[in-house]
């Protein structure tokens, strides 16, 4: 909102008033600021929750304090379009640079040093390896691309200017614990910064698929989604370091995800069981049009994670029980990762002798209520504007009783498969996972 | 007793290597720029009150303009919903629209 405010400001000569709930409110006056905006907007906190409550509370939020000054808020709205302007709301200009980082820490010892990186939240938490200039070197030689090369300037949270260095990037490489070989696959998951953030529950998943996969010796087999493989867990969490020192995700400051997600521990890395794939399944970067010979990595963004619990009962197909468990789901996207075993009967015994042909049959079929489907705040803030629009099947929708059935996943393509697992139990996983676009690994070699 | 480290540690937040004439940093800072000038009072103004999409900003703005209503009466209040992604500056039509009609603009509520 704060760009919407200050655009309005700026280019418009119209004075604001930002309204933002006590979550939030933080980020629109300091974060937004410095690295957005650059303008001190006006905004008065609302009491969170805001929604969901009853006119009453809603009235007596009114009727009560702005969060930010303290004032009756109403009083706090018109002051914010009154009240003349102070000296530091009429700056222009550059800010004075801030003083660098130093490129080294002082000499210290490993535990003061382990200290530090936690207390600068240079960790998950697990203990790092400290990036000495000899393991940053070795970790160098992963790669052909010179150490101060700018891998990505707009890094920041909502892609505010942070630009990182492929020797920042080997330095976390090396506290995640990583080796050389991983580095191109480090850089490319680097590439996509900044990640999703969220107050909801937010995750990513990172997939991985082409020859690097076997290379580096992921897993994409038996417990591939377990914390049983170096390449996949230090990968994993290498996104983490990433998001949290180049990102600059900070709790309560850049980041307000109110639980946050267990799947952000290592943010579910993998790679596709390529190998296990039936005849006519493509691999997933296949799907997306590289060549199967690139190495490709894909990182996904969804909320939710069902587990089909058991194996496949003999009375209800698979692509069935998918299609039960998908209807929980937003709708607005599903990406299901299955065993091999899930695929070969998919396959071989249901017909479905592609992904697409699978995408295509669950889009016909995944039902939910109308009602339901609007309850959903992500889909309701998101495709209830392209209904008010005008645009179908959105706006249709708006009008259906709240029980009335619809198909959510209007478009196939949105619907995805991965293969992965080791063939011990025909079970399979529902995810509102989507992708964003593949991106090279071979670039970063 | 702890030893230090042989070895020189390199600092996570380091851009050194980053050329800042023509990169900037990381910690570097947005421009600042001004707010636009504030109306002496807001008697006889038109205001908007824009949704910006978040769930129960309607609601909330409900009671703004029912407030504005019942304590300014000489306000006018005109309430838009903003077509378009919630996370995106993507109404110039509005803000046109806002420029053309109105004098001041209240945006919520962020959530």
Redesign the interface.
């Known amino acids: 909102?704060s760009?919407?405010?200050?655009?309005?400001?700026?280019?418009?000569?119209?004075?604001?008033?930002?309204?933002?709930?006590s979550?939030?409110?933080s980020f629109?006056i300091g974060p937004n600021?410095?690295?957005?905006?650059?303008?001190?907007?006006?905004y008065v906190g609302?009491p969170?929750?805001?929604?969901?409550?009853p006119?009453s509370v809603?009235?007596s939020?009114?009727e009560g304090k702005d969060t930010v000054s303290g004032k009756p808020m109403?009083a706090a709205?018109?002051d914010g379009?009154?009240?003349?302007?102070t000296a530091e709301?009429?700056?222009?200009?550059?800010?004075p640079?801030?003083t660098?980082?130093?490129?080294?820490?002082p000499?210290?010892?490993?535990?003061?040093?382990q200290l530090l990186?936690k207390e600068?939240c240079?960790t998950d938490y697990n203990p790092v390896i400290?990036?000495?200039?000899?393991?940053?070197a070795a970790m160098l030689k992963g790669t052909g691309h010179k150490?101060?090369e700018?891998v990505k300037?707009a890094?920041?949270t909502f892609g505010?200017?942070?630009?990182?260095?492929v020797?920042?990037v080997a330095?976390?490489a090396v506290?995640a614990g990583a080796k050389p070989a991983y580095l191109p696959v480090i850089l490319a998951l680097a590439n996509e910064v900044p990640y999703q953030d969220s107050?909801t529950s937010i995750a990513e998943m990172v997939v991985v698929n082409g020859p690097i996969r076997k290379e580096i010796d992921m897993n994409s087999g038996l417990g591939a989604l377990g914390p049983n493989n170096d390449a996949n867990s230090v990968i994993g969490r290498s996104m983490t370091l990433i998001h949290k020192?180049i990102q600059?995700y900070d709790e309560g400051v850049t980041g307000f995800a109110s639980l946050s997600n267990p799947l952000r521990y290592d943010n579910l890395c993998f790679a596709e069981n390529e190998e296990a794939l039936p005849e006519g399944w493509q691999p997933f970067h296949v799907q997306m049009g590289h060549k199967p010979t690139d190495s490709v990595l894909t990182i996904f963004t969804g909320w939710n994670f069902i587990n089909s619990t058991g194996w496949v009962e003999q009375h209800y197909a698979p692509q069935n029980l998918m299609r039960d468990y998908m209807s929980s789901l937003s709708g607005m996207g599903a990406t299901l990762l299955m065993d091999p075993s899930v695929a070969e009967l998919l396959n071989n015994v249901q017909g479905f002798t592609t992904k697409e042909k699978l995408a295509e049959w669950l889009s016909q079929n995944v039902e939910k209520i109308a009602q339901s489907y609007w309850g959903n705040?992500i889909v309701?803030?998101?495709l209830?504007?392209l209904g008010?629009?005008g645009l179908e099947p959105y706006a249709s929708w708006k009008k259906l009783p709240g029980d009335a059935v619809i198909k959510p996943f209007t478009n196939p393509k949105g619907i995805h498969a991965v293969v992965v697992g080791g063939k011990t139990a025909s079970v399979w996983f529902a995810t509102d996972f989507m992708p964003g676009r593949g991106v090279s690994i071979d670039a970063w070699r | 007793m702890a030893t230090l480290l042989h070895s020189a540690v390199l600092n996570p937040e380091a851009y050194r290597t980053v050329r800042a004439a023509d990169e900037g940093a990381p910690g570097k800072t947005q421009s600042f720029r001004s707010l636009a000038p504030r109306l002496e009072s807001l008697h006889g103004k038109t205001i908007y009150l824009v949704d910006t999409g978040f769930g129960g900003s309607g609601r909330f703005l409900d009671q703004v303009q029912a407030w504005f209503a019942e304590h300014m009466p000489s306000v006018t209040t005109v309430r838009r919903r903003k077509t378009g992604n919630i996370f995106r500056d993507d109404a110039r039509e509005l803000w046109n629209e806002i420029k053309e009609r109105g004098q001041a603009a209240i945006l919520g509520v962020a959530g």
Do not use: C
């Open positions: 909102m760009h919407e405010s200050g655009e309005i400001e700026q280019k418009y000569g119209i004075p604001t008033v930002s309204l933002a709930g979550n939030v409110v629109g600021l410095t690295y957005n905006t650059g303008m001190p907007l006006r609302v969170f929750p805001f929604s969901g409550q006119r809603l009235r939020y009114i109403m709205i018109v379009l009154t009240k003349p302007l709301e009429r700056m222009s200009g550059n800010p640079e801030s660098p980082e130093p490129r080294l820490l000499p210290d010892t490993e535990d003061h040093l990186f600068r240079w400290i990036p000495t200039e000899e393991r940053v150490p101060d700018i300037s890094a920041g505010t200017r942070r630009p990182f260095t020797e920042k330095t976390i506290m107050t020192i600059g705040a309701s803030s998101m209830g504007p008010e629009q």
